[in-house]
């Protein structure tokens, strides 16, 4: 069974960072591609970031590129995206999926496994 655990959320000035972590068991994800999205209240969910998990290839949202960072760490199975420079626009819940090709990496419909979600404010 497939689990991703979100965590690393919290409140954070403008101008902060944050690094948000999603443990992933239950599998192998060689040849997956881990994504981030977020969604803020009353907005669709939208595309942040996503990572191949095998050849470690990044993919970032405009509003976030030069901003936020996807790694990976193979041994503990483990994702992460480090977020700096903060901004009150960037506040939504972030979640972390799981796809099994690295097409469409944008697209939430694509995604078959999901974390529960971890909450990131930032206050101006």
């Known amino acids: 069974q497939v689990q991703l655990v979100d965590s690393g959320g919290g409140l954070v000035q403008a101008g902060g960072s944050l690094r948000l972590s999603c443990a992933a068991s239950?599998?192998?994800?060689?040849?997956?591609?881990m994504g981030w999205f977020r969604q803020a209240p009353g907005k669709e969910r939208e595309f942040v970031a996503a990572i191949t998990w095998s050849g470690g290839i990044t993919y970032y949202a405009n509003s976030v590129k030069g901003r936020f960072t996807a790694s990976r760490d193979s041994a503990k199975n483990t994702v992460y995206l480090q977020m700096n420079s903060l901004k009150p626009e960037d506040t939504a819940v972030y979640y972390c999926?799981?796809?099994?090709?690295?097409?469409?990496?944008?697209?939430?419909?694509?995604?078959?496994?999901w974390g529960q979600g971890t909450q990131v404010t930032v206050s101006s």
């Open positions: 239950g599998r192998t994800f060689s040849g997956y591609a």
């Open positions: 999926a799981a796809k099994s090709t690295v097409v469409r990496i944008s697209a939430a419909y694509e995604y078959e496994y």
